[in-house]
């Protein structure tokens, strides 16, 4: 969203001048493209995980500054609201034991910042969504003291003029409003970066969209809301409607959210920063000095920042990103489908997994997307957060006879999507004992179909069961969630329910 968002207001010039920089940057980037001036495949990827801040009794804390100010790394950063924190990790290889490095490095890291949150009576937790959050604590008054957000915030209330509403009908309904953005604090995720040529981009993300639902059902780790419990994977329909500026007239006449899916597969990176800009307002019309067309005449690389940042405020589970890095620019898909967590060796399982099925389903010669109806992998995403791990897909048959049906995911998952996968990680030249530990944890998943949702449904009924009224049973079931969460082991192998006195 930019290095440096100072708040304030915009009048009606800001807007017209940013839409003519905007298109500027359209133009530019088409030269780009056109002209072949990207970078050379590097098999870079990237990691960004958001985290929760909750003390030892399972409730939300609102400290991430004094967390931060004690972390004292450029590797923690702040996020939307007081409880939330975000730790990237620098890019790295595609190759060798990659996994396991990032592992390593995220243990430490994750160790490192626990500790420090424990000084203010806070620690990490690693989740979808924090199930002990209450309306309460996802108001503007908990929203970090960031300028960008208090600007982003003002801007979408603005546009939006009335309330936001939240209706989410799942194993329980959920219906609440709110005056600002704040609910989209709820919602942490894991990104995952990949560097890919402009020749390739399309291939990726729309492999990228046809196995969103697959990474849902089996990372599926958001089930609670307010003390509802909702979808398998609650962020997807929180996030839309937290951020959905249209009121209801607007939404009636077809006007694109700006949390979507898609509606087609695409044929070039150039297309979907097309639509965003022809599609989204501008939130924030801050203007660049940089005159791209002149950069780009004179032999230099633009950084398109009008392009960048509108790109921000558009939230595809798929996101095109444009950077420049060492005076080169590149392209990137950001897969954000992911929610954060269980623990740390499952979010490298699940970044195995999407990375080796990418690449195996963007090398296809007749790709999955050419024999899958964008309408059906949009459908299969929404089911897939419904019911995670328990998600039944629309996919291709297998054989020349075309045409789509209907199987369980885990069934696809270890008949035809893990062998892809594997495939896939070999291209990148992984270690074979990384592909084979981090997907032998995907394969377990499906052959015990548990993970981190399914983990907190069924031990938070346990507590029920035991007596515990609606918010006790979700407060223990953060606490377990959190120690299990430290102790390391992947989700599958959790214990359900509470230790025996």
């Given at each position: 969203?930019?290095?440096?968002?100072?708040?304030?207001?915009?009048?009606p010039?800001?807007?017209?001048?940013?839409?003519?920089?905007?298109?500027?940057?359209?133009?530019?980037?088409?030269?780009?493209?056109?002209?072949?001036?990207?970078?050379?495949?590097?098999?870079?990827?990237?990691?960004?995980?958001?985290?929760?801040?909750?003390?030892?009794?399972?409730?939300?804390?609102?400290?991430?500054?004094?967390?931060?100010?004690?972390?004292?790394?450029?590797?923690f950063?702040?996020?939307?609201?007081?409880?939330?924190?975000?730790?990237?990790?620098?890019?790295?290889?595609?190759?060798?034991?990659?996994?396991?490095?990032?592992?390593?490095?995220?243990?430490?890291?994750?160790?490192?910042?626990?500790r420090?949150?424990?000084?203010?009576?806070?620690?990490?937790?690693?989740?979808?969504?924090?199930?002990?959050?209450?309306?309460?604590?996802?108001?503007?008054?908990?929203?970090?003291?960031?300028?960008?957000?208090?600007?982003?915030?003002?801007?979408?209330?603005?546009?939006?003029?009335?309330?936001?509403?939240?209706?989410?009908?799942?194993?329980e309904?959920?219906?609440?409003?709110?005056?600002?953005?704040?609910p989209?604090?709820?919602?942490?995720?894991v990104?995952?970066?990949?560097?890919?040529?402009?020749?390739?981009?399309?291939?990726?993300?729309n492999?990228?969209?046809?196995?969103?639902?697959?990474?849902?059902?089996?990372?599926?780790?958001?089930?609670?809301?307010?003390?509802?419990?909702?979808?398998?994977?609650?962020r997807?329909?929180?996030?839309?409607?937290?951020?959905?500026?249209?009121?209801?007239?607007?939404?009636?006449?077809?006007?694109?959210?700006?949390?979507?899916?898609?509606?087609?597969?695409?044929?070039s990176?150039?297309?979907?920063?097309?639509?965003?800009?022809?599609?989204?307002?501008?939130?924030?019309?801050?203007?660049?000095?940089?005159?791209?067309?002149?950069?780009?005449?004179?032999?230099?690389?633009?950084?398109?920042?009008?392009?960048?940042?509108?790109?921000?405020?558009?939230?595809?589970?798929?996101?095109?990103?444009?950077?420049?890095?060492?005076?080169?620019?590149?392209?990137?898909?950001?897969?954000?489908?992911?929610?954060a967590?269980?623990?740390?060796?499952?979010?490298?399982?699940?970044?195995?997994?999407?990375?080796?099925l990418?690449?195996?389903?963007?090398d296809?010669?007749?790709?999955?997307?050419?024999?899958?109806?964008?309408?059906?992998?949009?459908?299969?995403?929404?089911?897939?957060?419904?019911?995670?791990?328990?998600?039944?897909?629309?996919?291709?048959?297998?054989?020349?006879?075309?045409?789509?049906?209907?199987?369980?995911?885990?069934?696809?998952?270890?008949?035809?999507?893990?062998?892809?996968?594997?495939?896939?990680?070999?291209?990148?030249?992984?270690?074979?004992?990384?592909?084979?530990?981090?997907?032998?944890?995907i394969?377990?998943?499906?052959?015990?179909?548990?993970?981190?949702?399914?983990?907190?449904?069924?031990?938070?009924?346990?507590?029920?069961?035991?007596?515990?009224?609606?918010?006790?049973?979700?407060?223990?079931?953060?606490?377990?969630?959190?120690?299990?969460?430290?102790?390391?082991?992947?989700?599958?192998?959790?214990?359900?329910?509470?230790?025996?006195?």
């Open positions: 969203m930019g290095e440096k968002i100072v708040a304030g207001g915009f009048a010039s800001d807007r017209q001048a940013y839409r003519e920089k905007l298109t500027q940057c359209l133009t530019v980037l088409e030269r780009l493209l056109s002209e072949r001036r990207f970078d050379r495949p590097r098999n870079l990827m990237g990691l960004e995980i958001e985290l929760n801040l909750a003390g030892s009794d399972g409730m939300p804390r609102m400290r991430n500054a004094e967390v931060l100010q004690r972390i004292a790394s450029r590797d950063q702040t996020e939307l609201g007081m409880f939330n924190l975000e730790v990237n990790i620098l890019p790295h290889r595609l190759s060798g034991r990659v996994f396991d490095q990032l592992a390593e490095e995220l243990r430490t890291g994750l160790a490192y910042a626990h420090k949150a424990a000084e203010v009576d806070a620690g990490i937790v690693m989740i979808g969504i924090l199930p002990t959050l209450g309306r309460d604590d996802v108001v503007s008054a908990n929203l970090s003291d960031v300028d960008r957000y208090t600007l982003l915030n003002d801007q979408m209330a603005a546009a939006r003029g009335e309330e936001f509403t939240l209706d989410i009908e799942g194993v309904r959920l219906v609440s409003t709110s005056a600002s953005i704040a989209e604090s709820a919602c942490t995720s990104q995952l970066h990949l560097q890919v040529t402009p020749d390739r981009f399309a291939d990726v993300w492999a990228a969209q046809a196995v969103a639902s697959v990474q849902i059902a089996l990372g599926a780790n958001s089930p609670f809301l307010f003390g509802k419990e909702l979808w398998r994977e609650s997807p329909p929180l996030f839309q409607q937290a951020t959905d500026v249209r009121p209801p007239e607007l939404r009636n006449q077809g006007v694109r959210p700006r949390t979507w899916f898609g509606e087609r597969w695409i044929d990176a150039y297309e979907l920063f097309e639509e965003n800009v022809r599609y989204y307002p501008p939130l924030l019309p801050i203007c660049d000095e940089e005159d791209p067309l002149r950069v780009l005449d004179e032999g230099g690389v633009p950084a398109l920042a009008e392009l960048v940042l509108h790109n921000g405020t558009v939230y595809r589970w798929n996101r095109p990103v444009y950077e420049v890095a060492g005076g080169v620019p590149h392209l990137r898909v950001e897969n954000r489908v992911l929610p967590g269980p623990s740390v060796v499952d979010v490298i399982a699940n970044a195995a997994f999407y990375y080796g990418v690449r195996a389903l963007a296809e010669s007749r790709p999955v997307w050419s024999k899958l109806p964008f309408e059906a992998a949009a459908e299969n995403f929404d089911t897939a957060c419904r019911h995670g791990i328990e998600a039944e897909l629309l996919w291709p048959r297998p054989g020349r006879s075309g045409g789509v049906a209907k199987v369980s995911a885990v069934k696809l998952v270890k008949d035809e999507l893990l062998p892809l996968a594997a495939a896939g990680l070999d291209a990148w030249n992984i270690e074979p004992s990384d592909r084979d530990h981090y997907l032998g944890i394969e377990e998943r499906c052959r015990l179909r548990v993970n981190g949702a399914s983990w907190q449904v069924d031990t938070y009924h346990r507590a029920l069961e035991a007596g515990l009224a609606r918010e006790g049973a979700l407060a223990a079931t953060t606490r377990r969630y959190g120690e299990l969460m430290q102790a390391g082991e992947p989700v599958h192998t959790w214990p359900v329910g509470f230790p025996a006195p």
